[in-house]
Structures are given as structure tokens and as C-alpha cells.
């Protein structure tokens, strides 16, 4: 069983008022980078709401989730995960699972982010995601790693970055663009107005300056 929490309107101010979910912490894989140090949900309210779920003294199984998403407005852009990751199996991502997400995600517009290994078993996963209409991001240490991920693979890739690197644009050492992602450099702007991340087809990287108490600990992990 995986649980999961559903948000219907959100109340934090980087995504704004759209649905949002947290999936319990066995979820995530242990070959990420922030699985021990430097996780933001690991702290303030996240972290409590967080810990409910993984107690499942919130939220639901994957099948009741699975409907509520189907049962979002049509067109309706959402983010799968504020916390956790994909469902998986040792490290493999369970595609019985994803496959169900994807059918109960269609005409609507999920988008997530991943940190589980991009070995041929969860590549084909996330590429089968994307084609079918709910975005899976690979989440990346540095915008030149995110470009490999890009150009070797095609799958839509995001970066951590260090907390100084503001710029609004830049470019990766082959040329890549880089948009730092505009919720955290503007105050007016939320995933709910912008959506960047939703598009699955995009050639460009998004990048997210380290943020939070953990601050200088993802700094040090990110390059």
C-alpha cells in the first residue's frame, strides 16, 4: 500500500491554490542525494504533514488517490508530490501503479518530479508518463548533469542549483538554456500562473536555487 494526501487547494504560496499531493516517505529512493541531509520537507509544517501521511493517519491509498485525481476538473493543473516520490520496488518504479496515475491523470495536467536512478527500467517508465500526458521531471544536482539527462534521454529535467544562482536565464556549457524557475525570484508568480514545469516537451532546464533552513547543507551537496 502507498498512501497519500491530497491538498485540493493549496495554501502555500510557490505552487498557489492548486491541487497538490504528498506521498508517504517510503517512497522515496535512498539514492537521493538529499535522502538523509538537506530535504526540505523535512522541516516546519511539511515535515508534520508529512510524517501523518507516512503514518497514514492522513491522506489514502493509492487507489482512492487515483480517483480523486480523475475526479479533478478537466484541463486542471496539479503537482503530484510536495513531498516524496514515485512508488517503487527497490528502487524500481512501480508501473502498475504509475500506469494507473496516468489513466486517472488524463486530460488533466499533472506534473511531478523524481529522484529515483534513470536505469532502463524507470526511464521507460518516466518516458511512457510523459508521452501519455502526465509530466515526470528528473530531478538533477546541476544544470549540466539536468543537460545529459536531456539531450541523452529526452526527459524533461529540473536542477537544484546553489542558493546565490539567481539569474533569470542562463545557459549550460553546451548551450542549453537554463530559466531559473520564476516562483522563487518573483513574488507574483506561483506554479498555478506559470506551468513551466508541466511541459513535458520543453527544452530547457529549470532550475531551483537551494532554499530553506537546509540551506547551506544543499549547497553543499549541488554543483
Known amino acids: 500500500m502507498t498512501q497519500v494526501s491530497l491538498t485540493l487547494v493549496s495554501g502555500n504560496g510557490k505552487t498557489g491554490p492548486i ?82 496515475l496516468i489513466d486517472g491523470n488524463k486530460g488533466r495536467r499533472g506534473f511531478t ?23 515526470i521531471n528528473a530531478s538533477t544536482e546541476s544544470v549540466e548533469v539536468a543537460d545529459k539527462v536531456m539531450t541523452e534521454h529526452g526527459i524533461p529535467a529540473v536542477a537544484v542549483v546553489p542558493s546565490d544562482k539567481t539569474d533569470r536565464f542562463y545557459k549550460t556549457e553546451s548551450g542549453r538554456k537554463v530559466i531559473t524557475c520564476p516562483a522563487t525570484i518573483h513574488d507574483n508568480v506561483n506554479c498555478a500562473t506559470c506551468g513551466l514545469c508541466a511541459n513535458a516537451d520543453r527544452e530547457f532546464i529549470i532550475a531551483f536555487p537551494a532554499h530553506g533552513v537546509a540551506k547551506k547543507t544543499v549547497n553543499g551537496i549541488v554543483g
Open 19 to 100: 491541487p497538490v499531493s504528498t506521498s508517504e516517505r517510503a517512497t522515496c529512493p535512498v539514492t537521493c542525494p538529499f535522502y538523509d541531509k538537506g530535504c526540505y520537507a523535512k522541516y516546519g509544517p511539511q515535515n508534520i504533514h508529512w510524517n501523518k501521511v507516512s503514518r497514514a493517519e492522513r491522506g489514502f491509498d493509492w487507489q482512492e488517490f487515483v480517483k480523486q485525481i480523475a475526479r479533478l476538473p478537466k484541463n486542471q493543473l496539479w503537482r503530484h508530490n510536495a513531498s516524496g516520490d514515485l512508488p517503487h520496488n527497490e528502487g524500481n518504479i512501480d508501473y502498475i501503479k504509475l500506469r494507473k
Open 113 to 135: 518530479y523524481t529522484h529515483h536512478v534513470l536505469n532502463e527500467h524507470n526511464r521507460i517508465c518516466i518516458e511512457n508518463a510523459n508521452y501519455r500526458g502526465f509530466t
